[in-house]
Every structure is written in structure tokens, then in C-alpha cells.
């Protein structure tokens, strides 16, 4: 009896005053997790220089008024010259094939010719809208994406955590396709094939 005394005093307490529901507005929305941003321009690395010495992680954030802060005035692709990259990667993976949690994985890729190349920003957005909103059903197998502009062919590539799982990438791969709304097949590597070989054949298609 007593919880359904604390419920009827509960419904009969009336509504907070204005102030404090202005107050609660102000709050910003929180994300399931941390998300960051990182940034790689590999057009004049250092003779001698080891891969991934020119990448910089630049902003961590966790809420949604952050992410749109730094998309809108900072992390756009189009914005990029040539050899330039953006990566998107949950906090505390960096995007690299030796991290821990990526050194097991793979990715998709999806590939814009150069006749298509104004849709890299759109396609890089719905993708980030879907990682920091958990739209994937296999979120926990996702490390991050990441946007490769080049002169003659930009790449969208989606890092995933385990390459062996078929059935998690599969699952990824169509909901990304489908996320994108693209006709045009994708398809997944392994790092560890793109390690011994640069042209090695992809191991799923969707």
C-alpha cells in the first residue's frame, strides 16, 4: 500500500515551476558514448616518416550539441584538399590497424567516383548520425569511419572489430548500405589481407 500512496502523491505534486523547466532545457543531450574526431593530411609526410605519424587526434566530445558544433564549422570532407582524412572513432580507439581494438577487424568501403564526389558530405553525415546514435545492431562491433579525400576517387570506410564474425559484418554492411541509400555494392576487407597485400580482395560483399 505504501508504494501506491508515494504514486498518488507523486501524480498530485504539481508541475515545476517555469524556471526550472527552462533550466532542465538547457541540459545538454547526452550520447551513449564518447565519440572522437581525428585528422590525418598525408600530402607531405616526412621522408622516412612511419604511417600514421601525421595523425592528430583534435576534439573528443559526448553530447549532441557538440557533435553538431564541430560538424557544422569544422568537420566537413568537401572541406579537405587532396590526401587529406577525417576519422571518427569511439573515444579511446585510435585509427590505426596496430590498436587493439581494430587490429582483429576490417572494413567496409564504399567508393564515390569523382562525378559523385558532392554527396561525400552527405554520406559521411548520415553515417555519423547513425554511429553516435547507435543506429547499427551490432554497435559494439563498431570502432569508427573514416573519409579518404583523393584527387581521383574519395572512400567512406567503416571500421569494424572482428572480421572473422561474418554474421555481425553482414548485418553492418546491409544497414549501412541501406543507411546510405546506395545501389552500388561495398565490400569488406580484412586489415590483416590490406597488411600483406594493398590490392587485396575484399572477403564480404553486399
Known amino acids: 500500500m505504501a508504494t501506491e500512496d508515494a504514486s498518488d502523491t507523486y501524480a498530485a ?3 515545476p515551476p517555469p524556471e526550472v523547466e527552462v533550466e532542465a532545457e538547457k541540459q545538454p543531450h547526452k550520447l551513449e558514448r564518447k565519440w572522437s574526431f581525428w585528422y590525418d593530411n ?14 592528430r587526434k ?11 558544433s564541430l560538424h557544422d564549422n569544422i568537420f566537413k570532407p568537401g ?14 580507439i585510435e585509427p590505426k590497424w596496430e590498436d587493439p581494438e581494430c587490429a582483429n577487424g576490417g572494413k567496409w568501403t564504399w567508393a564515390i567516383s569523382t562525378s559523385r564526389k558532392s ?6 553525415l548520415e553515417t555519423l548520425m547513425a554511429l553516435i546514435g547507435e543506429q547499427l545492431d551490432e554497435s559494439d562491433e563498431i570502432c569508427g569511419v573514416v573519409a579518404n579525400v583523393r584527387q581521383r576517387q574519395d572512400k ?9 564474425n561474418e554474421a555481425a559484418q553482414m548485418s553492418i554492411g546491409k544497414k549501412w548500405k541501406e543507411i546510405l541509400d546506395v545501389t552500388d555494392k561495398i565490400t569488406y576487407s580484412y586489415h590483416d589481407d590490406s597488411r600483406k597485400d594493398r590490392s587485396a580482395r575484399g572477403r564480404y560483399t553486399v
Open 119 to 124: 554527396t561525400l558530405d552527405d554520406m559521411w
Open 79 to 92: 572541406r579537405l584538399t587532396a590526401n587529406a582524412d577525417f576519422h571518427l572513432f569511439k573515444a579511446g
Open 13 to 15: 505534486a504539481p508541475p
Open 58 to 68: 583534435v576534439y573528443t566530445f559526448d553530447t549532441v550539441e557538440e557533435f553538431w
Open 42 to 55: 598525408q600530402s607531405k609526410p616526412k621522408q622516412g616518416a612511419a604511417w600514421g605519424s601525421t595523425l
Open 156 to 164: 567512406l570506410s567503416l571500421w569494424t572489430k572482428t572480421a572473422t
